[in-house]
């Protein structure tokens, strides 16, 4: 298995420009997440999802799209990309049930000018 | 390499010797606790968890503690060494929650 795989590693915008941060799991993981970690300030959780056509926001949604047509993928777009945006974005899964650890892809790190 | 060390707790160690990273939670409803350790330029990686009806595993080298009543949880790594130089974060999640809620990280250097 390869685990959370996510695409691209690295990436640099301009302001405005949009984009598709991918993440794709082959563990048939139910639950699925996007977090950013920015210096000294952990990770904080943008979106999840918990099913195929089901997502819901996190603690900082705003600016940011996911969808979930599939149980392997769940993309995060920014819309029109920002400064304030410019972070390490880690994509996480794990299986239905409450005693279950989430396992992280390596991130997307983004710069935007 | 990544600068998500920046501005966290540091605990500096010498090789060989026991660390303890402590995580203060914050909800009282919270009943499972996740340890995960971050290399540079790495996701974060599971090590150990938790349920709250314990108050103490063991792994390989590594023993998680949580104390309910104070809402404390650490992590002891034996024997440490360089190859556990990272930032270790600790997540808690209620349950029926689905998604755990993480703490800032401590940054551990373990000196040669």
Same mark, same amino acid.
């Given at each position: 298995?390869?685990?959370?795989?996510?695409?691209? +590693?690295?990436?640099?915008?301009?302001?405005?420009?949009?984009?598709?941060?991918?993440?794709?799991?082959?563990?048939?993981h139910?639950?699925?997440?996007?977090?950013?970690?920015?210096?000294g300030?952990?990770?904080?959780? $943008?979106?999840?999802?918990?099913?195929?056509? =089901?997502?819901d926001?996190?603690?900082?949604?705003?600016?940011?799209?996911?969808?979930?047509?599939?149980?392997?993928?769940?993309?995060?777009?920014?819309?029109?990309?920002?400064? @304030?945006?410019?972070?390490?974005?880690f994509?996480?899964?794990?299986?239905?049930?409450?005693?279950?650890?989430q396992?992280?892809?390596?991130?997307?790190?983004?710069s935007?000018? | 390499?990544?600068?998500?060390?920046?501005?966290?707790?540091?605990?500096?160690?010498q090789e060989?010797?026991?660390? $303890?990273?402590?995580?203060?939670?914050?909800?009282?409803?919270?009943?499972y606790?996740?340890?995960?350790?971050?290399?540079?330029? +790495?996701?974060?990686?599971?090590? =150990?968890?938790?349920r709250?009806?314990?108050? +103490?595993?063991?792994?390989?080298?590594?023993?998680?503690?949580?104390n +309910?009543?104070?809402?404390?949880?650490?992590?002891? =790594?034996?024997?440490?060494q360089?190859?556990?130089?990272?930032?270790?974060?600790?997540?808690?999640?209620?349950?029926?929650?689905?998604?755990?809620?993480?703490?800032?990280?401590? @940054?551990? =250097?373990?000196?040669?």
């Open positions: 298995n390869a685990g959370v795989t996510q695409t691209p +590693k690295f990436q640099v915008l301009k302001t405005g420009q949009s984009m598709t941060l991918q993440c794709a799991q082959d563990m048939n139910e639950y699925m997440s996007w977090y950013r970690q920015d210096p300030m952990g990770l904080r959780l $943008i979106h999840y999802s918990v099913g195929a056509g =089901i997502t926001q996190g603690e900082v949604p705003n600016g940011y799209n996911v969808s979930r047509s599939t149980t392997e993928d769940f993309p995060l777009r920014l819309l029109s990309a920002a400064p @304030s945006q410019t972070s390490v974005y994509c996480a899964s794990r299986l239905r049930g409450d005693n279950q650890p396992h992280f892809g390596d991130g997307t790190r983004l935007i000018l | 390499g990544e600068s998500v060390g920046l501005h966290l707790p540091t605990l500096s160690v060989g010797d026991n660390s $303890i990273i402590n995580c203060a939670y914050s909800n009282s409803a919270s009943d606790f996740i340890w995960y350790k971050q290399e540079s330029g +790495k996701g974060p990686q599971f090590i =150990i968890d938790i709250s009806n314990m108050d +103490k595993r063991q792994g390989q080298r590594v023993t998680v503690l949580l +309910k009543t104070v809402k404390h949880l650490s992590l002891q =790594i034996a024997a440490t360089p190859g556990d130089s990272a930032v270790y974060f600790c997540a808690e999640k209620a349950g029926g929650s689905y998604i755990p809620t993480f703490g800032r990280g401590t @940054s551990l =250097i373990v000196h040669p």
